[in-house]
């Protein structure tokens, strides 16, 4: 079946870096869009961009543009999403998600990785 | 951006009642640019509606969605213990997608 596998967590201080990886399993990887969502605790969800796995075209929310960047290594089937000087508001459940049509982006999210929890703290 | 608008914030309900959930859009949305998850406690959220009103893959026919223009509905026609959850309406007509800020179905 097809499986998005996450790291639980991550810890960061002010200032840093942090790079989510997401492993896919149980399909084509290079035939879908890769989309990264987050969620701050206790709140809604918030859609960061996609990948397109094939070739590494970028699509970026413009909130993220200059501060984000995904990749993906398609030799071990697993998308990155980089987010650079974290502040606490980035504290956050950072989320991949697979886009539901093959080829194009559909912009829908199906399934979903089990969710990385980001925590910015000095 | 699109703002979505979710009503009410909180639905307390009992098992076996009928549930009616509500995603207003800030502009006019195309037909089939509107989704739903589910999401809950401590879980990724799950695919339940796409395109309006289109059941995802292995979604009860208990769930249903309709709607058009700025006003969406998803309806759950008799609840189940495994439906209390917090639900999310989703757009892609407009850059940048959007979702709007939970309904949390609780039991009463």
């Known amino acids: 079946q097809v499986q998005l596998v996450q790291p639980g967590a991550e810890v960061k201080k002010p200032g840093a870096s942090v790079k989510v990886s997401c492993k896919a399993s149980?399909?084509?990887?290079?035939?879908?869009?890769m989309h990264w969502v987050r969620q701050a605790p206790g709140q809604g969800l918030e859609w960061m961009g996609w990948?397109?796995?094939?070739?590494?075209?970028?699509y970026y929310a413009q909130k993220f543009q200059g501060r984000v960047t995904m990749t993906r290594d398609t030799s071990i089937s697993t998308a990155y999403m980089e987010l650079f000087s974290l502040t606490s508001d980035d504290t956050a459940v950072y989320y991949c998600?697979?886009?539901?049509?093959?080829?194009?982006?559909?912009?829908?999210?199906?399934?979903w990785g089990q969710g990385t929890l980001v925590t910015v703290s000095s | 951006e699109v703002v979505l608008t979710q009503s009410p914030a909180t639905l307390s309900l009992s098992p076996g009642e009928r549930a009616t959930l509500s995603c207003r859009a800030s502009q006019s949305i195309d037909t089939y640019y509107l989704a739903w998850y589910q999401q809950k406690p401590g879980q990724a959220p799950r695919l339940l509606i796409y395109d309006t009103s289109n059941r995802a893959t292995g979604i009860p026919a208990r769930f249903s969605g309709s709607g058009s223009g700025t006003d969406f509905t998803l309806t759950i026609s008799s609840l189940e213990p495994e439906d209390f959850a917090v639900y999310y309406c989703?757009?892609?007509?407009?850059?940048?997608?959007?979702f709007g800020q939970g309904t949390k179905l609780e039991i009463k």
């Open positions: 990948i397109n796995p094939n070739g590494g075209a970028t």
């Open positions: 998600a697979r886009d539901t049509l093959a080829g194009r982006p559909d912009n829908w999210f199906d399934p």
């Open positions: 989703q757009q892609r007509t407009n850059w940048p997608i959007s």
């Open positions: 149980g399909y084509t990887f290079t035939a879908y869009y």
